[in-house]
């Protein structure tokens, strides 16, 4: 190579080099290709920059060690990553070569110094461009998006393999990362295309068959600027990616967007585990909502069941009570009779007394009171004297009583019955009665009893799940399974149930509530007894009531538990049946994906999924005819025009009046040269020469219509728009006289070909306007091309160049799209063969950036030589053309030519009609 830049330190046990290509032949038969891994780095724009490592050029071998990957926007920072961690692989232990042309430098340091920065992020970006020589030049360091931890993001793809090709073989490494906007920048299909040389023993060589083979994988195309926007986009909304498969190699490259194509079949989700999610799902799902309505109706009736219980019990209790309490007032009125009835004999009376507490020890007190100011008076008391005798209660624990409960128990006076809870003071739980009473017919005292409670609470001992006690009209508990309730004589009030009670005219109730003091829901119901507002309650916990609901819940759970693992071992099994076949199909898919048609599958079932399988075989051997088809066309159509064809193809063939730029070109003296060399050599000068120029053609977006032998026939904005199609023409054909220059030496140097050869020239005709486009022919043969008389004038200007000894003739409308970039010269206004309107023919000279002083000179002085022929001035035109041959410092076949014409014109002047127009005979 002419220039290697410094070695910089890259991946670790890595060395990258940059060389620096100047286009040139003669650098690449210098370089020895043997040595370690290269990488033709090439470039286009698509909106931004894309990158690719792309196949060998002309004139490298082959089989050169290189490294190669499809085209992947610099902003993709998934790929990039993805790239610099397999390069890191790929690269390990060896150096790795990366051609650029001169004016490519400063897009592939930026390149690397991405990759660099993305394989290890920790690095200052300020080191990374200081490393790759970019201080102080427009760099770009990528922004880190940090994925979550191990380099993976979810809805991942698999992205194109980075492959090792040549010598070495074909080795790909494939890993899954992370997903983004992919998009276009991976693969396309034209850029895709790999005419790889078949390493089989059979093959005769690695040379291509066809010039056109060439052009391909061509270094130059890459650089192409936004010629695939319009095209590419008009495509993929049309239909997915081709897979395009090399017709001389086993080897494959996909086409596609998402190219996940490295033999796996497995998905997010199988098909396996989708069936068994689902039966699992609507079993779980069936089996629940029968659960829940069972324990729902299970529970329903439970609780219907226990309010009428709590109920029936409160009304029993509170019935049983009422009696007991009743029959207490009953006896004690019977008592008080005794104690006030006048006339009685004391002995009698004392004897009656003792008579009835033996009979009902319940009784402890009884007292009869008068009112006096609202208080109580005691009139008359006894007490059970056997019972006093017996527990340490005195007297005057009765007249504590009494007395703590006195505003309570004057209420009788009133004529209400008062009930109270007496326990307070006493060891047994016991309940006071005030009930009013009349002495001499008037209700004018109050009998006060004072009865253990032995006599009622019986009824309220702890059975089953239910706690039934009993209040007053204050609350209070008079009555409780827990003992020590009733002694300290606790306020109730504020549960919840006897609030409602209290506050509820009703005699019956019912009510579900939280109690925040017990804990949990109940479920409550009272009865009063019909007596100074008392009532029995009734409650149960929800929590125990329900047990057998919640038992039955867990029960149906486990059973439901069971039935889903039986249902899932029975479908994972049944699922093999379904799942294998298409499986199987899934396999073959990928593996047609890669290009290999020959799928070993056969149908193993009679039903849908057999039939499939069936036409999926059918499909292969269609597709792989199709691909032979289309390999065919790749190597004889220009890819643009295969593109569109699969798009439309009913277009191409009606045609269409498009304006385009049509070229021509053809050597010079060719027979010549063809006689001179054998086949073999003129195959290899005619590949050569072809190769080079259409890479050209192909750079500045033309598109190839047909060869003809030597001569080469071009159109630019068709079938695809290309923007300043006029410009881009002129700048091919430019190149293409520069790039036969560099061959010819080249072939000199090395002493190639034949003498005629290595002086071979080339001429280029180029014309812009309106010309019918699309396939000509018949139904069944036919080829994309261009006709008119636009084209017919470009034909006849690349003919015309030998008269005037000119590289290079355009029209008028070329001239006028170039005059910023190029330099032109005004040569004759002829009226060519076939057609009557004369035609001002210009000569394409160069680029204005790279013309000579004496060239420019030249040109100007014979257009002034041009003009003063016009105005039929031959001395001053004669001596401004041999001016313009002197100031050009070699001969000028045009000036000769109309210093000619001139001499002819002064010997016979033309008539006085004569316009200036030069009419050609000859094609």
Not at 502 to 516: H, I, K, R, V, W
Request: hydrophobic share 40%; charged share 25%; glycine share 6%.
């Amino acid at each position: 190579m002419i220039e290697i830049s410094a070695e910089i330190p890259f991946l670790r046990t890595s060395k990258l080099v940059f060389l620096l290509w100047d286009e040139s032949l003669e650098s690449l038969e210098t370089w020895d290709w043997n040595e370690g891994l290269s990488i033709f780095f090439q470039t286009r724009r698509a909106g931004e920059l894309e990158f690719r490592f792309g196949p060998p050029l002309w004139g490298i071998p082959t089989d050169t060690n290189r490294i190669e990957f499809p085209f992947v926007s610099i902003h993709n920072i998934s790929t990039n990553k993805y790239l610099a961690s397999e390069l890191a692989k790929l690269g390990e232990d060896k150096t790795i070569y990366v051609l650029i042309p001169r004016s490519l430098e400063l897009e592939a340091r930026s390149v690397f110094a991405r990759l660099e920065y993305l394989w290890d992020d920790k690095i200052s970006p300020d080191r990374i461009t200081h490393k790759f020589g970019l201080t102080g030049k427009t760099s770009s360091v990528p922004e880190v998006v940090h994925s979550n931890g191990n380099g993976i993001k979810k809805n991942s793809v698999s992205l194109p393999p980075l492959e090792i090709l040549g010598a070495l073989g074909r080795k790909k490494e494939s890993v899954l990362v992370a997903s983004g906007s992919i998009g276009s920048n991976f693969i396309e299909e034209n850029e895709t295309l790999e005419d790889e040389k078949s390493e089989e023993p059979d093959s005769e060589d690695d040379s291509p068959n066809h010039p056109y083979d060439l052009i391909e994988s061509s270094f130059s195309e890459a650089e192409t600027n936004g010629k695939e926007n319009s095209k590419s986009d008009k495509v993929s909304e049309s239909k997915p990616a081709e897979i395009v498969a090399s017709p001389k190699s086993d080897e494959v490259v996909s086409g596609s967007e998402d190219p996940s194509l490295d033999g796996s079949s497995h998905t997010k989700f199988s098909l396996q585990l989708k069936m068994m999610g689902v039966i699992s799902f609507l079993f779980a799902l069936s089996v629940g909502v029968i659960i829940f309505f069972a324990s729902f109706y299970f529970k329903r009736s439970i609780e219907l069941q226990l309010r009428a219980n709590n109920i029936r019990i409160a009304e029993i209790i509170g019935s049983k009570v009422k009696s007991d309490i009743l029959g207490v007032v009953e006896k004690g009125r019977q008592i008080a009779i005794t104690l006030t009835t006048q006339g009685l004999p004391e002995a009698e009376r004392k004897l009656l007394i003792k008579t009835f507490f033996q009979n009902d020890q319940e009784f402890i007190y009884l007292g009869i009171f008068e009112r006096k100011e609202n208080t109580l008076i005691m009139k008359r008391e006894v007490f059970n004297e056997e019972e006093l005798k017996k527990s340490s209660v005195t007297e005057e624990d009765f007249h504590n009583v009494v007395n703590r409960n006195r505003d309570a128990l004057a209420e009788a006076f009133n004529g209400q019955a008062v009930l109270l809870n007496s326990s307070p003071g006493f060891q047994e739980p016991s309940f006071a009665i005030a009930i009013p009473t009349s002495e001499n017919g008037e209700l004018d005292n109050a009998l006060v009893m004072i009865v253990k409670l032995n006599k009622i609470i019986g009824a309220f001992s702890k059975k089953g799940i239910e706690t039934t006690f009993m209040v007053n009209g204050n609350g209070i508990a008079l009555a409780h399974p827990k003992e020590d309730l009733i002694l300290a004589a606790t306020d109730l009030a504020s549960m919840p149930i006897v609030k409602s009670m209290l506050t509820n005219a009703s005699n019956t109730g019912q009510m579900s509530y939280l109690d925040e003091e017990l804990g949990g829901s109940y479920l409550g119901s009272f009865q009063k007894i019909g007596f100074a507002d008392a009532g029995v309650i009734t409650i149960v916990s929800e929590e125990k009531a329900f047990a057998d609901v919640y038992k039955s819940q867990k029960t149906n759970l486990y059973i439901a538990g069971i039935g889903l693992c039986s249902a899932l071992i029975f479908v994972f099994f049944f699922s093999k049946t379904i799942t294998k076949p298409v499986l199987q199909l899934l396999t073959a898919t990928l593996e047609i994906a890669k290009g290999n048609f020959k799928i070993g599958i056969k149908p193993t079932t009679q039903d849908e999924v057999g039939l499939l399988t069936k036409y999926f075989i059918d499909m292969g051997q269609g597709l792989e005819e199709r691909e032979k088809v289309k390999n065919i066309l790749g190597s004889m159509i220009d890819p643009v025009v295969v593109q569109e064809a699969m798009v439309d193809l009913a277009a191409l063939k009606r045609g269409s009046e498009t304006h385009i730029t049509a070229f021509f070109s053809d050597v010079a003296s060719f027979s010549t040269i063809s006689e001179q060399l054998k086949s073999a050599d003129l195959a290899a000068l005619l590949n050569e020469y072809l190769s080079a120029m259409t890479l050209l053609l192909k750079k500045h977006e033309g598109v190839l219509d047909k060869y003809i032998g030597d001569a080469i026939v071009g159109i630019f904005n068709a079938p695809v728009p290309v923007v300043d199609h006029e410009l881009k023409a002129a700048r091919a054909s430019v190149d293409m006289v520069m790039k036969l220059a560099e061959l010819r030496e080249y072939w000199t140097n090395n002493n190639l070909y034949s003498k005629e050869a290595q002086v071979m020239d080339a001429r280029i005709g180029l014309n812009s306007g309106p010309a019918k486009v699309g396939f000509m022919g018949t139904d069944a043969l036919a080829s994309y091309t261009m006709m008119g008389d636009t084209v017919n004038l470009a034909a006849r200007l690349e003919a015309a160049g030998k008269d005037y000894g000119v590289n290079i003739l355009i029209t008028d409308p070329i001239r006028d799209s170039i005059q910023g970039e190029m330099v032109t010269r005004y040569l004759d206004l002829v009226r060519v063969k076939g057609k009557n309107e004369p035609v001002k023919i210009h000569e394409l000279i160069a680029y204005r950036s790279l013309i000579t002083p004496s060239q420019l000179e030249a040109a100007e002085i014979y257009e002034s030589g041009f003009k003063a022929y016009l105005n039929r001035d031959w001395a001053k035109a004669i001596q401004l053309f041999s001016s313009s041959e002197k100031a050009k410092g070699q001969k000028d076949k045009s000036s000769r030519m109309l210093i000619e014409r001139c001499e002819e014109y002064q010997t016979n002047p033309p008539d006085p009609s004569w316009d200036g127009v030069f009419t050609r005979t000859h094609k």
